[in-house]
Nanobody
Framework: QVQLVESGGGLVQAGGSLRLSCAAS????????MGWYRQAPGKQRELVAG???????NYVDSVKGRFIISRDNAKNTMYLQMNSLKPEDTAVYYC????????????????WGQGTQVTVSS
C-alpha cells in the first residue's frame, strides 16, 4: 500500500517562506507524477504544482515565480518551496502521486496524503 506523509506546514507572516515535504512509501514505479494541491475553506481543491518523474514541472499561475516544486527520486520525496507567501495562499496542502492508465475519470493508481495546514497572516 502506498502512503504519503506531508510535513512542513505552519503559520507564517505574509512575505515569509515555508518548505513542504511529502514522503512517499510503498510500491511506487519509477515513472509517475507527483503534485501539490491545496484547498481553502469553501473552495474547491486546486492543483498548485506538479512534477513528473523526469523533472518536468507545471504551476498554477498564482504561484509562478514564488513556489518551486522539486523531487528526490532516490528518497521518494517531493518538496514545495513557498516564498513570498500571501494570505490567499492559506489552505490545506495535499500531496498526490499517480500513474497508470487514465480512463477519463481517474488514474489506475492514485494516492493522496492527509494534508498539512498552511496559514499566512497579513
Amino acid at each position: 500500500q502506498v502512503q504519503l506523509v506531508e510535513s512542513g506546514g505552519g503559520l507564517v507572516q505574509a512575505g515569509g517562506s515555508l518548505r513542504l515535504s511529502c514522503a512517499a512509501s510503498g510500491s511506487i514505479p519509477s515513472i509517475n507524477v507527483m503534485g501539490w494541491y491545496r484547498q481553502a475553506p469553501g473552495k474547491q481543491r486546486e492543483l498548485v504544482a506538479g512534477i513528473a518523474s523526469r523533472g518536468v514541472t507545471n504551476y498554477v499561475d498564482s504561484v509562478k515565480g514564488r513556489f518551486i516544486i522539486s523531487r528526490d527520486n532516490a528518497k521518494n520525496t517531493m518538496y514545495l518551496q513557498m516564498n513570498s507567501l500571501k494570505p490567499e495562499d492559506t489552505a490545506v496542502y495535499y500531496c498526490r502521486v499517480y500513474w497508470g492508465r487514465y480512463d477519463y475519470t481517474q488514474y489506475e493508481y492514485d494516492y493522496w496524503g492527509q494534508g498539512t495546514q498552511v496559514t499566512v497572516s497579513s
